[in-house]
Antibody, heavy 120, light 108 residues
Framework: QVQLVESGGGVVQHGRSLRLSCAAS????????VHWVRQGPGRGLEWVAL????????YYADSVKGRFTITRDNFKSTVDLQMNSLRAEDTALYYC?????????????WGQGTLVTVSS | SSELTQDPAVSVALGQTVRITCQGD??????ASWYQQKPGQAPVLVIY???NRPSGIPDRFSASNSGNTASLTITGAQSGDEADYYC???????????FGSGTKVTVL
């Protein structure tokens, strides 16, 4: 069955870096785009980033552009999110999600999330 | 514009019909996806494309689109449908994605 498992979250000081990872299984990973979506405490969903199936294209929300980098390894079936210059407003539960094949932006499988807390 | 606007909350009597709307310029160009999120759980895709349901989603969930507005309709709402619902679409420029602010559905 399709599984996405996030890891790497934790408490980090303002201005420091953190790297999240998403491990996928149960499907042909190299055929699917993967997104990161976050949800701040008591807040709604916020789209963060997308990496294309071949890893050649990346897209970012304006709020993270220039600070976050999304990459993937199709041999290991993983997607990473490198987060630099972290701010208090980056505190959130970070989900990775698979993009439904043929339907850009429709996210059909989600992980359970990894929590990032940025402290001052 | 990159915003998708949703009403914060709506209520529906058990077994009745409720419609949730999502407004934004990007919806003139792209269909919205709809997600259901219950407390403490990851979101679940309930509608994608013009009006498609993933496997396992009941047919009481349906979608429609007109101009800059996308709508999710729950026909015959059940207590288990009580959740937050989010629309999502590509930005008009197609360079990124955006979620609506979410609608809390209460089943009375």
């Amino acid at each position: 069955q399709v599984q996405l498992v996030e890891s790497g979250g934790g408490v980090v000081q303002h201005g420091r870096s953190l790297r999240l990872s998403c491990a996928a299984s149960g499907f042909t990973f190299s055929k699917y785009g993967v997104h990161w979506v976050r949800q701040g405490p008591g807040r709604g969903l916020e789209w963060v980033a997308l990496v294309s199936s071949d890893g050649n294209s990346e897209y970012y929300a304006d709020s993270v552009k220039g600070r976050f980098t999304i990459t993937r390894d199709n041999f290991k079936s993983t997607v990473d999110l490198q987060m630099n210059s972290l701010r208090a407003e980056d505190t959130a539960l970070y989900y990775c999600a698979r993009e439904l094949y043929g339907y850009a932006g429709s996210l059909d499988y989600w992980g359970q999330g990894t929590l990032v807390t940025v402290s001052s | 514009s990159s915003e998708l606007t949703q009403d914060p909350a709506v209520s529906v009597a058990l077994g009745q019909t409720v419609r949730i709307t999502c407004q934004g310029d990007s919806l003139r160009r792209f269909y919205a996806s709809w997600y259901q999120q219950k407390p403490g759980q990851a979101p679940v895709l309930v509608i994608y494309g013009q009006n498609n349901r993933p496997s396992g989603i009941p047919d009481r969930f349906s979608a429609s689109n007109s101009g800059n507005t996308a709508s999710l309709t729950i026909t015959g709402a059940q207590s288990g449908d009580e959740a937050d619902y989010y629309c999502e679409s590509r930005d008009y420029s197609a360079n990124f994605y955006v979620f609506g602010s979410g609608t809390k559905v209460t089943v009375l």
